[in-house]
């Protein structure tokens, strides 16, 4: 169990559907993340939200778009995806400065 | 980028020391943390290092020598479970985000009784 939630654990759809990941801290932290990661790879930093606003956007397709309701949600909408973005998407959550603490994540399969 | 390297893979036998090491180059080295992945869950963190020497927290010690550019992350009494990815992560205030650590490929320790 980790302190980040993130919903759901598994998500199948095809290319035409439009899904929504979600997750949820409540430790107070000021900054939270959007990664994606791939079989026997690091994780790569996809978006990332600081107070709020959205800080880095690490050149991602307009299919994935994030979105910071408050400052204890961070959701990640998806539209019209490929079969190479599935994989398995993080989500973290830190102070500035401090080491993040991750979810468990989604695994994501497009079909 | 801080261009990191660690070895892909490693084994080790149980009851036995390990040491993983990660070499990173940066231009404004901000910190290195060391996090552990088991198949198909989140990364935990480890550890941190900012300034050199060694950080001890039970079985797991890390090492950093920021002028070596250089660290190790040091498993003892090593337990059927440590069986797992590991992580270094490099943090540069060079890079845009400079709070942000960029992670290394990440090596895979087999540990075998």
């Known amino acids: 169990d980790t302190e980040v939630t993130q919903t759901p654990k598994h998500l199948v759809m095809g290319m035409t559907n439009k899904k929504s990941l979600k997750c949820e801290q409540h430790m107070g932290h000021r900054a939270m993340y959007w990664y994606k990661q791939k079989a026997k790879k690091p994780p790569e930093l996809m978006f990332v939200y600081s107070y709020e606003k959205l800080s880095i956007n690490e050149s991602v397709p307009s299919r994935f778009s994030p979105e910071c309701p408050n400052s204890s949600l961070l959701n990640l909408h998806l539209h019209a995806l490929q079969p190479e973005d599935s994989a398995l998407y993080l989500c973290?959550?830190?102070?500035?400065?401090?080491?993040?603490?991750f979810g468990d994540g989604t695994r994501l399969s497009i079909l | 980028g801080q261009n990191i390297d660690q070895p892909t893979e490693m084994t080790a036998t149980e009851g036995a020391i390990v040491q993983i090491n990660c070499t990173y180059q940066t231009s404004g080295f901000n910190g290195l943390f060391w996090y552990q992945q088991h198949a198909g869950e989140a990364p935990t963190f480890l550890s941190y290092n900012v300034l050199d020497g060694l950080e001890e927290k039970g079985r797991f010690s890390s090492f950093l020598s920021r002028s070596k550019g250089y660290s190790y992350l040091l498993l003892k009494e090593l337990q059927m479970k440590d069986s797992a990815s590991y992580l270094c992560a490099v943090r540069d205030l060079a890079t845009g985000g400079s709070y942000i650590p960029t992670f290394g490929r990440g090596t895979s320790l087999i540990v075998h009784p």
């Open positions: 973290a959550s830190s102070q500035p400065n401090q080491p993040q603490h």
